[in-house]
């Protein structure tokens, strides 16, 4: 059963592409409700017991830091999709912090992968999700992603970025623009 709290009525219509208000929401929305069925996918065992639904969180993570970077790191600059993923670089955000090495990773062989071919697989070798690791702060070493760690650095991240969202979402933000344009990304 999907969390009451994750269940919402998309209600916000006749968006006026300037109210920023609606847009900010409707962002929020999404990140809260993300974020809370990774939550769940996390917390509860599939059907067979064979452990937790973790391609479809590591997917909604996936697109929470996509999402937050797209407004933090391309609020004064035009970028692309794998510099959204610099989030993860900023302290601010993600703490600890992980390398630009590791970023990469999780962009190349996780978020793309996963996302657009459904698989894990990259240079004849299998990258894995794991739910957890004995280290709470480790987010990604050597070749896996860590499902628990990962869920509570994306809740904080998000936390962080309601905090700051008056100074980043603003009319001014190059992905507001973009948005209120209607681009594609």
């Not at 994750?6 to 209600?11: E, I, Q, T």
């Not at 904080?156 to 209120?180: G, L, W, Y």
């Amino acid at each position: 059963m999907i969390p009451a709290s994750a269940s919402s009525s998309l209600k916000i219509s006749n968006v006026n592409s300037h109210d920023l208000n609606a847009i900010q929401d409707m962002i929020f929305m999404c990140l809260d409700e993300s974020f809370e069925i990774a939550k769940y996918s996390i917390s509860n065992l599939k059907v067979d017991k064979s452990g937790c639904y973790g391609f479809p969180a590591a997917i909604l993570l996936l697109s929470i830091v996509d999402s937050i970077g797209s407004y933090v790191v391309g609020k004064d600059k035009e970028v692309n999709v794998k510099n959204h993923f610099e989030i993860l670089e900023d302290k601010n955000y993600f703490d600890p912090p992980l390398n630009s090495k590791a970023r990469d990773n999780i962009y190349t062989f996780f978020r793309c992968k996963l996302v657009h071919n459904a698989t894990l697989c990259f240079h004849d070798s299998c990258v894995l999700l794991a739910e957890n690791t004995d280290n709470p702060q480790c987010l990604f070493e050597g070749n896996t992603l860590y499902l628990k760690p990962f869920l509570e650095a994306c809740k904080n991240a998000i936390e962080t970025f309601k905090q700051n969202s008056q100074s980043i979402i603003t009319a001014d933000n190059k992905k507001i623009k973009e948005v209120i344009k209607g681009k594609k990304r």
